[in-house]
């Protein structure tokens, strides 16, 4: 992998006001100046070539870019991260990535409120166009801590089922600088702490994190994120290995601030989002998993009374793209999900799930066919040896057993950090018949509970993504995607096969084949 870095380099740049598209030069032209930005600022008219490729504004002039940071992999076809900011607007940025053939980007000027989008189209014009600040700048405001769930939410926090695996795990000295949610996989989001690694006795750092802290932050987005591959670390070796347009970063800072995103920062070098500390890990997981949520493209959740839409007490619901604040009364059976605006009044409509999915792929089913039971000694079902994974709305896992008859006592629940999982659980029991002895969704809790006498024959037990309400009011099985995990007891077993434990599912080895740098490149938006 060959990579090149320009640091202090200046380089012009049209930005056009108005709403509609100008073009300013073929992607190859306007490729060539980021690769070869002049060093010296005296001389950056020679650069104001990219106005002229274009349809030149009098009424906007040029803006210079200073490129603080480049870097170009040459195995990937030449594909370059130039971010950097504007010269002469204080608080701007500016962002663009892609390869020779396909460009998107934008500037901010995020103190004045402006922001231009570049993206090229199917002739492989690169055009230019004023969009609201929010596709280039998302500062976030979503509400306050409450202090008083203090107890509450870490009390609830780390209550686990009785054996799990990677990021399910309770921390137990587990190296915080070395951690991966899914090994192997393609996609890389990375959570830089190197701010907080100073010692906190001589820095002005506000809160004192330990060990337990940063590793709940860590599980909360891998749980948030754990229905797609992609592999959320804290190992910055891993993510300098993986090519640039699959890695994404997320910076944290030890001091108050408002947390702020650069949407569609996917396949770029610079901090993504930059999230400031709040009073524990937990919570900012779920800040860190909104804010990562923009990286992606995503907008804000909303409503016709609220920016932030709060949620549905009734069900302990709320959309993380929303307001994550109510859950802090809810405790472990808070629910925070992915949203396509199917709730009345929602202002944003669009499709959470397909919108992250243009950057990293699905997970697969874990559990395609019907899979036995796994009874131990006394007829106990343990979560170590019976758990999969809801990986979409569709998902159905079934789990078979044979009984001469008794009492069936199973509890169905998810196994990862509740402020990251997303998966709200239906279990229904059905006979050989295919009769339903039993289903179980009770509301506002995530588990399901199957508890009944049943007579001697064969059972299955069928797991999904559960719904409460209608997805007017409510939620529907849209976003209940997860892990989960069966303990409890079957009692008189017979017949039952014992396959071996479930174990995680690996990464899915995909081909490097190249995506494009904008999400729709024939289009102005992504």
Same mark, same amino acid.
């Given at each position: 992998?060959?990579?090149?870095?320009?640091?202090?380099?200046?380089?012009?740049?049209?930005?056009?006001?108005?709403?509609?598209?100008?073009?300013?030069?073929?992607?190859?032209?306007?490729?060539?100046?980021?690769?070869?930005?002049?060093?010296?600022?005296?001389?950056?008219?020679?650069?104001?070539?990219?106005?002229?490729?274009?349809?030149?504004?009098?009424?906007?002039? @040029?803006?210079?870019?200073?490129?603080?940071?480049?870097?170009?992999?040459?195995?990937?076809?030449?594909?370059?991260?130039?971010?950097?900011?504007?010269?002469?607007?204080?608080?701007?940025?500016?962002?663009?990535?892609?390869?020779?053939?396909?460009?998107?980007?934008? #500037?901010?000027?995020?103190?004045?409120?402006?922001?231009?989008?570049? %993206?090229?189209?199917?002739?492989?014009?690169? %055009?230019?166009?004023?969009?609201?600040?929010?596709?280039?700048?998302?500062?976030?405001?979503?509400?306050?801590?409450?202090?008083?769930?203090?107890?509450?939410?870490?009390?609830?926090?780390?209550?686990?089922?009785?054996?799990?695996?990677?990021?399910?795990?309770?921390?137990?000295?587990?190296?915080?600088?070395?951690?991966?949610?899914?090994?192997?996989?393609?996609?890389?989001?990375?959570?830089?702490?190197?701010?907080?690694?100073?010692?906190?006795?001589?820095?002005?750092?506000?809160?004192? *994190?330990?060990?337990?802290?940063?590793?709940?932050?860590?599980?909360?987005?891998?749980?948030?994120?754990?229905?797609?591959?992609?592999?959320?670390?804290?190992?910055?070796?891993?993510?300098?290995?993986?090519?640039?347009?699959?890695?994404?970063?997320?910076?944290?800072?030890?001091?108050?601030? =408002?947390?702020?995103?650069?949407?569609?920062?996917?396949?770029?070098?610079?901090?993504?989002?930059?999230?400031?500390?709040?009073?524990?890990?937990?919570?900012?997981?779920?800040?860190?998993?909104?804010?990562?949520?923009?990286?992606?493209?995503?907008?804000?959740?909303?409503?016709?009374?609220?920016?932030?839409?709060?949620?549905?007490?009734?069900?302990?619901?709320?959309?993380?793209?929303?307001?994550?604040?109510?859950?802090?009364?809810?405790?472990?059976?808070?629910?925070?999900?992915?949203?396509?605006?199917?709730?009345?009044? #929602?202002?944003?409509?669009?499709?959470?799930?397909?919108?992250?999915?243009?950057?990293?792929?699905?997970? &697969?089913?874990?559990?395609?066919?019907?899979?036995?039971?796994?009874?131990?000694?006394?007829?106990?079902?343990?979560?170590?040896?019976? =758990?999969?994974?809801?990986?979409?709305?569709?998902?159905?896992?079934?789990?078979?057993?044979? %009984?001469?008859?008794?009492?069936?006592?199973?509890? +169905?629940? =998810?196994?990862?950090?509740?402020?990251?999982?997303?998966?709200?659980?239906?279990? &229904?029991?059905?006979?050989?018949?295919?009769?339903?002895?039993? =289903?179980?969704?009770? &509301?506002?809790?995530?588990?399901? *509970?199957?508890?009944?006498? +049943?007579?001697?024959?064969?059972?299955?037990?069928?797991?999904?993504?559960?719904?409460?309400?209608?997805?007017?009011?409510?939620?529907?099985?849209?976003?209940?995607?997860?892990?989960?995990?069966?303990?409890?007891?079957?009692?008189?077993?017979?017949?039952?096969?014992?396959?071996?434990?479930? %174990?995680?599912?690996? @990464?899915?080895?995909?081909?490097?084949?190249?995506?494009?740098?904008?999400?729709?490149?024939?289009?102005?938006?992504?």
């Amino acid at each position: 992998m060959g990579r090149t870095t320009a640091l202090a380099a200046c380089a012009a740049l049209a930005a056009l006001a108005g709403a509609s598209a100008h073009g300013i030069g073929k992607n190859r032209d306007v490729y060539a100046r980021l690769m070869a930005p002049t060093r010296d600022r005296r001389s950056a008219a020679a650069l104001s070539g990219w106005v002229a490729m274009g349809t030149p504004d009098p009424v906007a002039p @040029a803006l210079e870019v200073e490129l603080l940071d480049r870097e170009v992999d040459e195995a990937d076809g030449g594909y370059i991260s130039a971010t950097g900011r504007l010269l002469g607007h204080e608080g701007s940025d500016f962002m663009m990535k892609g390869t020779p053939d396909n460009l998107y980007g934008w #500037a901010a000027l995020v103190d004045e409120g402006r922001a231009f989008e570049y %993206t090229t189209g199917a002739d492989g014009e690169v %055009t230019v166009a004023e969009v609201p600040l929010e596709k280039a700048h998302v500062e976030c405001e979503v509400g306050e801590e409450e202090e008083a769930s203090t107890a509450e939410v870490d009390a609830d926090a780390h209550r686990e089922a009785d054996s799990l695996a990677i990021h399910e795990a309770a921390y137990a000295g587990q190296d915080i600088r070395k951690l991966q949610s899914l090994p192997g996989a393609k996609m890389v989001l990375y959570l830089d702490y190197s701010d907080f690694w100073v010692d906190v006795r001589t820095s002005d750092a506000v809160r004192r *994190y330990n060990k337990q802290h940063f590793y709940d932050n860590w599980r909360v987005p891998s749980a948030g994120f754990s229905m797609f591959e992609l592999n959320v670390v804290t190992d910055k070796a891993v993510y300098d290995r993986t090519p640039i347009r699959n890695r994404a970063k997320a910076c944290f800072y030890n001091e108050d601030g =408002r947390s702020y995103a650069r949407p569609h920062s996917i396949g770029t070098n610079g901090c993504g989002s930059t999230n400031y500390v709040k009073r524990n890990g937990v919570i900012l997981g779920k800040v860190t998993l909104h804010e990562a949520g923009h990286q992606f493209g995503l907008g804000h959740d909303g409503d016709t009374h609220n920016s932030y839409h709060k949620g549905d007490r009734r069900f302990r619901w709320t959309p993380i793209m929303g307001s994550h604040w109510p859950g802090e009364w809810w405790g472990s059976q808070a629910l925070y999900q992915w949203s396509m605006g199917e709730y009345k009044g #929602a202002t944003n409509r669009e499709d959470d799930l397909a919108k992250i999915g243009r950057y990293v792929q699905r997970r &697969t089913d874990d559990i395609r066919a019907p899979r036995a039971l796994v009874v131990g000694g006394n007829g106990r079902v343990s979560v170590a040896q019976n =758990r999969g994974k809801i990986t979409d709305r569709t998902d159905v896992d079934s789990f078979t057993f044979s %009984t001469a008859g008794g009492r069936v006592d199973l509890t +169905v629940t =998810r196994t990862e950090l509740y402020a990251g999982s997303m998966l709200d659980i239906e279990a &229904t029991l059905r006979d050989s018949s295919g009769r339903v002895v039993v =289903r179980s969704n009770p &509301t506002a809790d995530r588990s399901a *509970y199957i508890d009944r006498t +049943v007579g001697a024959g064969d059972y299955t037990l069928d797991i999904r993504g559960g719904a409460e309400g209608t997805p007017q009011s409510g939620f529907s099985t849209y976003s209940s995607l997860g892990n989960y995990g069966i303990s409890g007891t079957v009692a008189n077993v017979a017949g039952a096969a014992t396959p071996e434990p479930a %174990t995680p599912q690996p @990464a899915t080895p995909q081909p490097a084949t190249p995506q494009p740098a904008t999400p729709q490149p024939t289009t102005a938006t992504p």
